[in-house]
């Protein structure tokens, strides 16, 4: 297990850099002129020039660039934004509602997902399970600006249930429509997954065992069968935080709600270079660091696993 | 990493073992190929009709969107803004004034061709990684899984919009190509993937050896006996993806960075449309409507292959 735990770690540290590299090449790598297009139309005096090619290192090759660039963000410099913000302020102010917006989301969409599943993995067949089958798929093809903008016209506007927009500091009913388009990114592949793995558990031996034994079917299935099921939907979960990381741009922009995704997307139109850098420097490393949780926490719950 | 292809790798994962069942024998009275077995399958397969005819629509729609009647979807006159529907604009008018059904109908062509190229790119590059790494194994695999590692390592839409950002800057211009590079180049990693791991398990197979053994090089073993026997699972995956471009798309143009100028595409209505719905819905209600239909389409018809090309599930 140790071992594992290194070897992880060190994968990680190999993605983090090769993805950071990436988008860092993406943003600043072959710019025309990055200092003109920081004074805009404005024209620009030779000392003004020299200063900043100094402070951003744009006299030296690229791959010096990042290293600088590494070496801050790793001692917690985020550096400043384009509007000479410290980005670090930016992420302070942005990630609370995000946090919440997305804990919101995964509670919801796990707790549908988890009791809807079991039912038409029980069921299999069925009515119901058939209808959740349809209601999954449609949703799987719902792309999230056609349900954002949907559900804010039907929901908040025509029939006035949920406020249309939410601000920084919104309650949690305000967050509800949100967090409801949110989750529905993630919740019928939770869904499904749970079905298939209650499908093929009921059929494994030991529940079989479970059953000769004399236990109630409640017992087989609420501790015997859901245990086990529910190993590789905790798994999606890793996979679940990248796509509500994609999901909170738009849902995020929609909504008005002044998180880390409407952040990132203003500051990409912008064409604000640190600013997108640095949040999806930490969004990457996010998103790593859970997969890793998520990883170690599939061989704590399933000791059949076992890595060496 | 999309949640559509998240639902086929999971599902693969605890069910693509294959296992001829005693059922499975005695059920084929003459041999027959997966392929031929999967058509007879899909044949049968309601899902299946539903999603081709709908396809066939669709493609018509971009091939010739003449014949559905719309009239100039560059037509827009500010007299017309928010007008009813009339005569052939069976949708009203936009802000613009541009007529919704016809900039609706002349919007297919954009998304699918988009998703077509961008689909074809990325099984291009997973078949290329996907195959060298299975194949050759050794340094090579650990080399280009690592890299596979990485991409994936990135969220998927925030790499998109950075590198759709950086392919077209130029605000003229109308961004099909950078957006078709862009899907191409970050959807292959699920595909390559999914090919590597049945590469390895097809080049173990004995009619392998026995190629090797009658002097078959490299290249006539991966194009003759490996791709033919390791390609159902891949293309599943591709179908998949060709939905998931086309939604992906959509979201890039929503948010500004995919099409851009005259170009005419589902979710720059979304997003033009937005700010207005409180007086006029139905330009936002109609290309969300063709939207979803459509990559509701290439999933149906992705999940009804995959069906059928994996009978464990049925």
Redesign the interface.
Same mark, same amino acid.
Request: no cysteine; proline share 2%; hydrophobic share 60%.
């Given at each position: 297990m140790f071992r594992y735990i290194v070897r992880r770690l060190l994968q990680m540290v190999l993605t983090f850099f090769g993805a950071t590299f990436i988008v860092y090449a993406l943003m600043f790598a072959n710019q025309t002129d990055p200092i003109q297009a920081l004074a805009g139309e404005r024209p620009i005096t030779d000392s003004q020039r020299q200063v900043l090619t100094e402070r951003y290192h744009l006299d030296e090759p690229f791959i010096k660039q990042y290293w600088y660039y590494m070496k801050a963000l790793l001692t917690g410099d985020f550096g400043t934004s384009l509007t000479n913000r410290k980005i670090a302020d930016m992420l302070e102010q942005a990630w609370p509602v995000t946090l919440r917006l997305a804990i919101l989301a995964i509670v919801i969409a796990s707790t549908v997902a988890i009791l809807a599943g079991v039912i038409s993995g029980i069921r299999r067949g069925g009515a119901f399970d058939n209808v959740t089958l349809l209601v999954t798929l449609v949703m799987l093809a719902l792309p999230i600006v056609v349900l954002a903008p949907l559900a804010q016209l039907v929901f908040g506007i025509q029939l006035g249930w949920f406020p249309p927009t939410a601000g920084g500091d919104a309650s949690l009913y305000e967050l509800l429509l949100p967090a409801l388009v949110l989750g529905s990114l993630v919740v019928a592949t939770e869904l499904r997954v749970t079905r298939s793995s209650v499908a093929e558990n009921l059929r494994a031996d030991y529940v079989r065992t479970a059953r000769a034994k004399g236990l109630t079917g409640k017992r087989v299935i609420g501790v015997h069968v859901l245990r086990n099921s529910l190993i590789p939907v905790i798994t999606l979960i890793g996979v679940d935080i990248g796509n509500l990381m994609s999901g909170a741009i738009v849902t995020e922009g929609v909504f008005n709600i002044p998180g880390v995704g409407f952040n990132l997307f203003r500051g990409i139109n912008t064409e604000d270079g640190p600013l997108v850098v640095g949040f999806v420097s930490v969004l990457v490393i996010v998103f790593l660091v859970v997969n890793l949780i998520v990883d170690l926490l599939y061989a704590a719950l399933d000791p059949r696993i076992r890595y060496e | 990493?999309?949640?559509?292809e998240?639902?086929t790798a999971?599902?693969g994962?605890?069910?693509r073992t294959p296992e001829p069942g005693p059922a499975a024998e005695s059920r084929r009275d003459k041999p027959r190929s997966l392929a031929g077995d999967a058509w007879i399958d899909l044949r049968r397969n309601k899902i299946f009709w539903a999603a081709a005819v709908l396809v066939a629509v669709l493609v018509l729609m971009a091939a010739v969107p003449g014949v559905f009647g719309a009239g100039d979807p560059r037509d827009c006159a500010l007299s017309r803004q928010h007008a009813g529907p009339s005569g052939s604009a069976f949708f009203g008018y936009d802000f613009q004034g541009c007529d919704v059904y016809a900039r609706t109908i002349y919007g297919a062509r954009n998304s699918i061709l988009i998703g077509l190229f961008a689909t074809l790119t990325s099984g291009i590059i997973a078949l290329i990684f996907g195959l060298s790494a299975g194949y050759f194994g050794g340094w090579l695999d650990a080399l280009l899984s690592?890299?596979i590692?990485? #991409?994936l390592?990135?969220?998927?839409? +925030?790499?998109a919009?950075?590198?759709a950002?950086?392919l077209s800057?130029d605000p003229n211009d109308s961004g099909i190509w950078a957006v078709t590079v862009t899907l191409g180049f970050l959807g292959w990693t699920t595909a390559a993937r999914v090919m590597r791991s049945s590469v390895i398990a097809s080049k173990n197979q004995d009619y392998v050896a026995a190629a090797r053994m009658l002097g078959a090089g490299p290249a006539r073993l991966m194009m003759r006996h490996i791709v033919p026997n390791s390609v159902a699972a891949f293309i599943v995956v591709l179908t998949i993806l060709l939905?998931v471009n086309i939604?992906?798309e959509?979201?890039l143009s929503?948010?500004?960075?995919g099409l851009k100028g005259d170009a005419i595409s589902w979710?720059i209505m979304?997003?033009e449309s937005?700010p207005y #719905?409180?007086t006029a819905?139905a330009p +936002?209600?109609w290309p969300?409507v063709f939207?979803?239909l459509t990559?509701?389409a290439f999933?149906?018809l992705g999940?009804a292959v995959r069906d059928a090309f994996d009978p464990k599930?049925r």
């Open positions: - | 990493m999309s949640d559509i998240a639902v999971a599902e994962a605890t069910g690592r890299f590692d990485i #991409v390592g990135l969220p998927f839409l +925030l790499a919009i950075v590198l950002r950086r800057s939905g939604a992906t959509a979201t929503f948010l500004g960075v979710g979304i997003n937005s #719905v409180r819905a +936002l209600v969300s939207l979803a990559v509701l999933i149906m999940d599930l």
